[in-house]
């Protein structure tokens, strides 16, 4: 019984998927995972799919996100010089007294490789995940 319905959630995520691929408001879109870790508290992680219009940028995706999980937020800062940095996931703001910060990843079969853009410019790949992990610099 428990694993008939671990089938039919696995399907409907995959229909669900299928049809964001698609089109994101009439356009062609690139399926994404995007999930949310933090590794100075015990918080399970937490995991979203969405999509973003092809050739897009994640902040699309983060929004998008928020805008369908009411449980999911983030801020963001921005530097005349560098741009737009996450400031806050879900609540939980990096902090230079604390010496917390919101890395950006992208996973790839247990690989972790940091971005080399922000938010606001990053364009993610079809079915890729991103891991936004809450860490301390003074720990690495």
Known sequence: MASTRMALLSMGLLLFSVQETLTVKGQASVAIRLSVENDLSNLTPETYLTS??????????????????????????????????LESVNGVAGSEKEQTYWEILSEDSGEYTRLDVGIGCYTPAEDEHIVLRFRSWAII
């Not at 699309?60 to 940095?85: C, V, W």
């Open 52 to 85: 973003v219009v092809k050739g897009g940028v994640l902040l699309g995706a983060l929004r998008r996100i928020q805008e369908m999980q009411p449980h999911f937020s983030f801020t963001l800062k921005e530097d005349p010089n560098y741009g737009l940095f």
